[in-house]
């Protein structure tokens, strides 16, 4: 009981700090990789054919989602983030040497454009998550004291800490809804071909035991008439 | 500044993507449109087994949708009931509220950032529970006995032929 305690605190701990996208996007698919199957299964009006492969279907795309949805968002966020907030303070620090408030020689331009993107990172998981946080280098404290003090001295510009967290929340999200509309249903049409590519190379050695009977039939033109829809057109009565 | 960039770092939109709401009723949206077009397009399946699974798809999310837009909101204004349930928030008053008014002024009260985290969180957490029922158990039941009836309407040509067949 006490262990369940701890699990449900950190769960709730985590949820109410940061709420990202992936983590209810894989619960819900989680519930849904179970509880949908059982319904199509309980469906008595469709056919065996059309059960089984929306069975599968349904399988496979909600464990794709759940694999692809922690899996896949995790790497992105944490290979984008540190990118993406370097990015945003070179593109500030643009805004500010054309608004005349920055030098493009100054030493706090070139602080901005050339950010430390592992200093950065780490600042910002620092407090986040004590256990995983990497011991920063005094290079990459130097690194983040000036950028904070750069920062402190515009008014729009937020601060590391805070641009990284942000900005890992938003990406989080954008990437569950890509994965959503496309590359779920996209690999989970490929499996699909891969499974019926495997299943048809099962049935294969089957087939080749049966002895394929051809005969020629004598050409009909009114049989021709009829399999190409054209006896419609009532030649031969005319 | 470039939008993408813009949008990336925007500190609203990171408030508004850390509501599950607006997360599951975003990627159910989009689910709505990919899923149907995806699985009409795989080619290992005959065009019956596609249709039907399309049909199920688009019905269940937009369906799910629906229902969830419709049930969340109250869901979610009484959520503050089932906290007593939390040993974590034993000691917070929140847990004595009796009206949602009542656990709003009282949430105002607390002070603690930790606790404040944790209410949070329970909230969010009973908040996907109660989404995880309405749109994993809730709504494939009903579509599974919607989903033939409307396929009918959208089909009666090949729903005849079927029955013609079988006769």
């Given at each position: 009981m006490k262990n369940f305690n701890n699990i449900v605190d950190k769960i709730i701990t985590r949820l109410g700090t940061s709420n990202d996208s992936e983590i209810c996007t894989a619960a819900l698919a989680a519930f849904k990789l179970i509880f949908i199957p059982f319904a199509t299964m309980s469906d008595?009006?469709?056919t065996k054919e059309q059960k089984n492969y929306a069975l599968t279907r349904d399988f496979l795309t909600e464990g794709v989602a759940l694999a692809g949805y922690i899996g896949i968002t995790r790497v992105v966020k944490n290979n984008l983030t540190a990118p993406i907030c370097a990015k945003y303070y070179k593109e500030k620090a643009h805004d500010l040497v054309k608004q005349k408030?920055?030098?493009?020689?100054s030493v706090d331009y070139k602080t901005l454009t050339n950010i430390d993107k592992a200093a950065l990172k780490n600042h910002a998981m620092n407090e986040f998550l004590d256990e995983n946080a990497k011991k920063f280098t005094k290079n990459q404290t130097e690194h983040i004291e000036a950028l904070e003090n750069i920062i402190s001295k515009f008014s729009n510009i937020q601060n590391p800490k805070d641009l990284y967290i942000n900005t890992k929340k938003v990406i989080s999200h954008v990437s569950v809804c890509i994965l959503a509309l496309t590359l779920i249903p996209y690999i989970t049409n490929k499996l699909i071909y891969v499974l019926s590519k495997v299943k048809s190379q099962d049935s294969k050695p089957q087939k080749t035991n049966t002895t394929i009977n051809t005969t020629l039939k004598p050409f009909s033109m009114a049989e021709y008439m009829n399999n190409t829809r054209l006896g419609g057109l009532n030649v031969f009565n005319r | 500044m470039s939008l993408i960039v813009n949008f990336l770092t925007n500190p609203q939109a990171a408030d508004f993507v850390q509501n599950s709401t607006c997360q599951v009723l975003s990627e159910g949206c989009l689910k709505a449109v990919g899923r149907p077009t995806f699985t009409l397009l795989?080619?290992?399946?005959?065009k019956e087994e596609r249709k039907y699974s399309a049909t199920k798809e688009l019905l269940y999310q937009s369906f799910s949708m629906a229902a969830f837009f419709a049930l969340i909101f109250p869901i979610k204004r009484n959520t503050?009931?089932?906290?007593?349930?939390?040993?974590?928030?034993?000691?917070?008053?929140?847990?004595?509220?009796?009206?949602a008014k009542e656990y709003q002024e009282k949430l105002k009260q607390v002070t603690d950032k930790t606790m404040l985290t944790k209410i949070k969180g329970a909230n969010e957490l009973m908040s996907i529970i109660a989404s995880g029922i309405i749109l994993a158990v809730v709504t494939p039941q009903i579509v599974t006995r919607l989903v033939h009836p409307i396929m009918n309407k959208l089909s009666p040509d090949e729903t005849k032929n079927k029955l013609d067949k079988k006769a």
């Amino acid at each position: 009981m006490k262990n369940f305690n701890n699990i449900v605190d950190k769960i709730i701990t985590r949820l109410g700090t940061s709420n990202d996208s992936e983590i209810c996007t894989a619960a819900l698919a989680a519930f849904k990789l179970i509880f949908i199957p059982f319904a199509t299964m309980s469906d008595k009006k469709s056919t065996k054919e059309q059960k089984n492969y929306a069975l599968t279907r349904d399988f496979l795309t909600e464990g794709v989602a759940l694999a692809g949805y922690i899996g896949i968002t995790r790497v992105v966020k944490n290979n984008l983030t540190a990118p993406i907030c370097a990015k945003y303070y070179k593109e500030k620090a643009h805004d500010l040497v054309k608004q005349k408030k920055l030098d493009i020689n100054s030493v706090d331009y070139k602080t901005l454009t050339n950010i430390d993107k592992a200093a950065l990172k780490n600042h910002a998981m620092n407090e986040f998550l004590d256990e995983n946080a990497k011991k920063f280098t005094k290079n990459q404290t130097e690194h983040i004291e000036a950028l904070e003090n750069i920062i402190s001295k515009f008014s729009n510009i937020q601060n590391p800490k805070d641009l990284y967290i942000n900005t890992k929340k938003v990406i989080s999200h954008v990437s569950v809804c890509i994965l959503a509309l496309t590359l779920i249903p996209y690999i989970t049409n490929k499996l699909i071909y891969v499974l019926s590519k495997v299943k048809s190379q099962d049935s294969k050695p089957q087939k080749t035991n049966t002895t394929i009977n051809t005969t020629l039939k004598p050409f009909s033109m009114a049989e021709y008439m009829n399999n190409t829809r054209l006896g419609g057109l009532n030649v031969f009565n005319r | 500044m470039s939008l993408i960039v813009n949008f990336l770092t925007n500190p609203q939109a990171a408030d508004f993507v850390q509501n599950s709401t607006c997360q599951v009723l975003s990627e159910g949206c989009l689910k709505a449109v990919g899923r149907p077009t995806f699985t009409l397009l795989d080619k290992t399946a005959t065009k019956e087994e596609r249709k039907y699974s399309a049909t199920k798809e688009l019905l269940y999310q937009s369906f799910s949708m629906a229902a969830f837009f419709a049930l969340i909101f109250p869901i979610k204004r009484n959520t503050f009931k089932l906290l007593k349930f939390f040993p974590q928030l034993k000691n917070c008053d929140v847990i004595n509220a009796k009206t949602a008014k009542e656990y709003q002024e009282k949430l105002k009260q607390v002070t603690d950032k930790t606790m404040l985290t944790k209410i949070k969180g329970a909230n969010e957490l009973m908040s996907i529970i109660a989404s995880g029922i309405i749109l994993a158990v809730v709504t494939p039941q009903i579509v599974t006995r919607l989903v033939h009836p409307i396929m009918n309407k959208l089909s009666p040509d090949e729903t005849k032929n079927k029955l013609d067949k079988k006769a």
